[in-house]
């Protein structure tokens, strides 16, 4: 009892830590938009997979996509999963490619039997990011006018997850959250002429409000040691607070403040769209995983500022799988999990009534530890984010995530000690 008193109170500690010291990992101009850039809820394993979710059914990973997977953790073990990100993009236009890195923790979670048909999750996760900085030039001399862009902030959620074992082989999920942040973005206008003067403008949007999810996974027997499951998410639109907070501050040369205005504004009309997710994934056992997942947002009915035509509709399609040579063999490269994905995107903001695209891909491994149960898992991603204008900026990154899966057997007595 000691032992998990001390445990669940480092972990509190820890998510304490994480929703104070949470940096911007990202450094995209499109972040300006909307909720800023949607980051991938898959978790470090998954994310060598293309993010495959929907129908991964294991016992060793932790999968925040579909709850229904909760119910899936072994009856005398306990897990927790913590993961942190680096990303180097390269961001280019017609004059210049400019290069940023950055980041950053991106989730803490944990999932535990209730019995042996009840599972939980539990955690804190990134739901957005925002974060930009970039400016330009107009005119000359003392009629010179800069300007400058700058965003940071971003949402999180902390959720809590049940799952229960229906029947065999099918299990049904629900997953509840909080969701909150500030998404901040600044703006300066500075004037070099005879007065000397700099006009800042500061809007922060803070988020607040319930995010639900339900979900299911059915696993059908092909034959010995083959299986496929299927599985899906629904989740409703649903409607989240919001509270506007702009700021001007005019200054001279000597920084000092010369005018200042603030105002605030509630009942702003946001919405998150409605979610509709379904994957599956072909299994032979202690060997070869391989899935598909889909992903329609429809963004285009969400309110946004109490307008419903910011945003465009967004589908998602992702392709993994992971190998295992010899999952209980002694040597070390062949308990390896190997894994490898693929992905394709569309934005759901607008731009000047244009969006992008994303594709990428994606490979990891998974290193056993000691107990044979822990995981250390590592995902490589290259991502290029393709424009439909040509008014539009270019992307493309190399994102690294690592994790670590703590798999204890909690539960357990020893009878020796």
């Known amino acids: 009892m000691y032992r998990i008193k001390t445990s669940l109170f480092l972990l509190f500690f820890v998510l304490v830590s994480f929703s104070l010291l949470a940096q911007n990992n990202t450094n995209s101009p499109y972040t ?56 180097l993009g390269w961001f280019s236009d017609e004059d210049r490619t400019v290069r940023k890195f950055n980041g950053n923790i991106e989730y803490l979670a944990m999932q535990f039997p209730l019995s042996k048909t009840l599972g939980m999750g539990l955690g804190l996760k990134q739901i957005s990011s925002v974060g930009y900085d970039y400016g330009n030039i107009s005119g000359t001399g003392q009629s010179a006018v800069v300007h400058t862009y700058s965003g940071s902030g971003g949402l999180s959620e902390v959720y809590g997850g049940i799952s229960y074992k229906l029947f065999k082989g099918f299990s049904l999920g629900a997953n509840i959250g909080y969701l909150f942040g500030d998404l901040k973005h600044g703006s300066k206008v500075g004037y070099y002429d005879v007065e000397n003067f700099t006009d800042e403008y500061i809007d922060t949007l803070r988020v607040n409000g319930l995010d639900y999810e339900l979900g299911f996974q059915y696993t059908y027997p092909l034959s010995k040691g083959k299986q496929i499951t299927i599985g899906g998410v629904f989740s409703p639109k649903r409607s989240v607070g919001g509270k506007y907070m702009e700021s001007y501050v005019q200054r001279n040369i000597s920084n000092s403040v010369v005018e200042r205005k603030d105002s605030t504004t509630y009942n702003l009309g946001l919405e998150m769209p ?108 290259f991502t290029k984010v393709s424009p439909e204008s040509k008014q539009l900026v270019g992307e493309q990154y190399f994102k690294f995530t690592f994790s670590y899966t703590f798999n204890e057997l909690w539960f357990f007595q020893r009878k020796v000690q």
Do not use: C
């Not at 938009?33 to 978790?43: E, M, T, V």
């Not at 394993?45 to 953790?73: C, D, H, T």
């Not at 993994?320 to 390896?336: A, D, T």
């Open 32 to 87: 300006r938009f909307g909720y800023g850039y949607l980051n991938d809820q898959a978790f470090g394993g998954q994310r060598a997979m293309g993010g495959i979710g929907y129908g991964l059914k294991s016992s060793e990973i932790i999968n925040p996509i579909n709850p229904a997977s909760f119910s899936n953790v072994d009856s005398m073990s306990f897990m927790i999963d913590m993961g942190i990100s680096a990303r």
């Open 274 to 381: 409605t979610t509709i997710g379904i994957g599956f994934t072909y299994n032979e056992m202690d060997r070869l995983t391989l899935g598909a997942d889909f992903t329609m947002e429809a963004w285009e009915s969400a309110t946004f500022y109490g307008d419903t035509d910011k945003f465009r509709n967004s589908n998602k399609f992702s392709l993994g799988g992971e190998y295992i040579p010899q999952y209980k063999s002694r040597k070390f490269l062949e308990r390896v999990r190997y894994r490898f994905g693929a992905k394709h995107s569309n934005s759901y903001v607008l731009v000047n009534n244009s969006g992008y695209k994303e594709y990428g891909v994606s490979l990891g491994f998974g290193l056993p530890m000691n107990d044979g149960r822990s995981l250390l898992n590592t995902s490589f991603e």
